[in-house]
């Protein structure tokens, strides 16, 4: 059974989604991560907190778990993550986001291959 490329491209973006609030987490708990670090800290603490807050609220309170729940979920913890990355930011001066992976033609190769 071939794979569809919207399947393929849901599941990127659906990684995406996951990792985001994770990667800016990682700027307010640690200052020292490279950037390989951050996107797996963000994808591990992305899954990880979905599906503890979820099996929390089906245990404990008894909802179920639904579309619409996870995305509230998803939702209220990338509002608090953002809030608190750019409270940080406010106070402490913007961070710096390094970029010289980009400069790596081995990564960027890669990269193509990974998305082929």
Do not use: C
């Not at 919207?6 to 994770?22: A, T, V």
């Not at 990880?48 to 909802?63: A, D, E, K, Q, V």
């Amino acid at each position: 059974m071939p794979i569809e490329i919207n399947e393929l491209i849901k599941l990127i973006i659906g990684i995406f989604i996951i990792i985001i609030p994770g990667y800016f987490l990682s700027f307010l708990l640690k200052d020292k991560l490279t950037q390989l670090e951050r996107f797996i800290f963000g994808f591990v603490v992305g899954i990880g907190i979905l599906t503890y807050l979820l099996f929390i609220l089906n245990i404990l309170l008894n909802i179920k778990i639904t579309q619409n729940v996870t995305i509230i979920i998803y939702t209220i913890y990338t509002v608090i993550v953002i809030i608190l990355y750019l409270l940080k930011n406010y106070k402490y001066g913007l961070l710096k986001i390094n970029l010289k992976i980009i400069k790596n033609k081995k990564i960027i190769l890669l990269g193509l291959i990974l998305i082929f």
